[in-house]
């Protein structure tokens, strides 16, 4: 998926080796430091993250736990541009809640909602909308490159890394595993 992205960073290293309480990874690098995030950028990264649950489905016909942690991340990335960076075409320009959290308290006792109960419907249905178009998008690319997916998918079940070279060779030719 993040290859497919044309503002994502490259592919730096994927793995199936588990490190803590994930079961694998894919290492994206940034070709250089960045100091702000544009909306396009945001909604690549929310499609990337969902490309594992997609691979998943796809693949398995079934989900699992594994996806989780890319599932609540790519969550935030889209509750934060609805509600922090009004990036909402719906809802515009606007900052939504305090945004302030007491460290003790916890987020959920102290934030506080300036907003009515029926705008906090708007905030979750952009946010499902965001969520449900990248899945969507996900889907998309990784049906369009499945061959693609089960060459990597077979190359790590028998070598468990490839680094950035490999997958640009396997997304952008049809090598063996050899070569």
Request: charged share 25%; proline share 3%.
């Amino acid at each position: 998926v993040a290859h497919a992205l044309p503002k994502t960073d490259p592919v730096h290293q994927i793995t199936i080796i588990p490190r803590g309480r994930a079961g694998g990874f894919t290492m994206i690098l940034p070709k250089e430091d960045k100091y702000y995030g544009t909306k396009e950028s945001m909604r690549e990264q929310i499609i990337h993250l969902l490309g594992g649950r997609v691979a998943e489905q796809l693949t398995l016909d079934d989900i699992s736990t594994g996806a989780s942690n890319d599932i609540q991340r790519a969550t935030e990335i889209a509750k934060k541009m609805v509600t922090q960076l009004g990036m909402s075409e719906l809802l515009g320009p606007r900052a939504f809640g305090s945004g302030q959290g007491e460290v003790f308290l916890g987020r959920d006792f102290s934030h506080s909602q300036d907003y009515s109960d029926s705008v906090a419907a708007q905030i979750d249905s952009e946010i499902h909308a965001i969520i449900s178009e990248a899945y969507n998008r996900a889907k998309e690319i990784l049906t369009e490159n499945i061959d693609k997916l089960h060459f990597i998918s077979e190359f790590l079940l028998k070598n468990e890394i490839m680094d950035g070279e490999q997958f640009k060779a396997a997304m952008e030719g049809t090598p063996t595993f050899e070569e």
